[in-house]
């Protein structure tokens, strides 16, 4: 006995199926949606001139949309200007800060880097001490905040002149002017109650006469 395949079964699920993929694509249904990884902004002094034997400050500063964790990462590079120093062909890590601790690059400025800034105020800043002729260069400055990991380094250039060239800090002349006025005014109130007492003394002298 030959058997017939169910003809009305198999346009029913045809049919169904037909009606399904349409309903499917006139549904708008969202695609899923991933939050975007806005891009970290980074800046730094674009010159900064320090005298040879004394510290320099390479200041760098960021913004993120990210709260700082200790996944957050700096990392400072360095390449000389002067063709025949070794860090002139490439940018060499100098220092680099993770979880919370900064690990020295190049044995050349191994002792010589310090992290100044503060990760939570936004602050990657570095000390250089003492300067040498040799540090001549440009810093590079590159901060890595996950998800914030998006963004162009900042770049300083880094002069280093010879020791007393640079003129002098206009705050300290400012506050040793006014040092010396208030000393010169004390001076002059001294001398002045002196003098008062001196002829008030004679003054009395010569009525007791």
Known sequence: MELKPPNNTCKRVLLSGFTLCLLLETLDIPAPVTKPTSAIEIHADPEVKVEN??????????????VVSSATTVTWSFQSNQPDNQFSKAPYVIFYFYNGKGVPGQDEFKDRVQFIGDINKRDASIQLSPAHFSDNGTYFCDVKNPPDVQGTHART????????SLPQNNTAIMVGAVCGALFLLVLIAVAACIVMRVLHNRHDYEGAR
């Open 53 to 66: 034997g004394t510290s320099g400050t390479l200041r760098c500063t960021f913004k993120s949309n990210e």
């Open 157 to 164: 250039e880094l002069v280093v002149v010879l020791r007393g």
